[in-house]
């Protein structure tokens, strides 16, 4: 029976299991069996390297950031970022009270000629990512918002409460990949990690991947005839909604 979505520990352990030709097991996390937990620490190998493979829209997420200086005048403050950041989705930083784009992530060089200079910038809010917080230039006296998204690094969860977590560690909790990934990634390490032929298996990871990051997140049209005239009627320029016809 093949694994499902939200497959947990010991389903993708034995489905790794089953497709070596190792005995399937009934608890992986009491388990002696030395091959049993190499699969598991491979699954969970896997799992943590996928993060790195792609910007998965199910781990990204949303962040309001507010901020406000602590007194006049502060030049710069940080923030803790979420517990669960991984990385952040370049360019979709903005703030809502200006409804412009936030500038950075600024480089140490010109951060430091900024602070030491006090340079002022009143339409844009500046940062930087440092020391595992993210700084912003010249902080507000009145409270503003810093929205933007970041990949999390939460791609486990606790079969049992729910919580968001980073490893799989219990045999119910599960992943929130599409089911084959971590399957064929975790084979895939287990030929190479165990001496045999990877190349094959690599493979079959390499055909899945190549999908699943194909339809993540959808993608535009594109025309391989453009139309190079001035566009008299055209939905997306300059028809209207409603009012055809009237005065």
Sequence with gaps: MPA???TTLIELVN????????????????????????IAYYANLACTELIYMF???FLTKP?????????EGQVERGYDLPPDFKAMVDETHWTRSTQLPAIGPINPQDWQCLVIRDAKVTT????????????????????????FEYLSKYWAVDGTDGTPKDALEK??????????????????????????????????????FNYETGVDKGASSLSLVPYVGYPYLDVARNVPDTGYGSA
């Design 4 to 6: 499902m979505p939200r």
């Design 15 to 38: 489905a790794v299991a089953r497709s070596v030709g190792h005995p399937i097991t009934t608890d992986v996390a009491s388990s002696m069996d030395e091959a049993i937990l190499r």
């Design 55 to 57: 910007n998965w829209q």
């Design 63 to 71: 962040c309001n950031l507010l901020f406000v200086a602590e007194f």
């Design 124 to 147: 844009r809010i500046l940062w930087r990512i440092r020391g595992g917080q993210i700084w912003i230039k010249s902080p507000s006296v009145s409270e503003e918002t810093l929205k």
């Design 171 to 208: 045999n119910n909790d599960y992943h929130i990949y599409p089911w084959q990934l971590p399957v064929l990634f975790t084979r895939a390490k287990w030929f190479e990690n165990e001496g045999f032929d990877s190349n094959g298996a690599y493979a079959d990871f390499r055909t899945a």
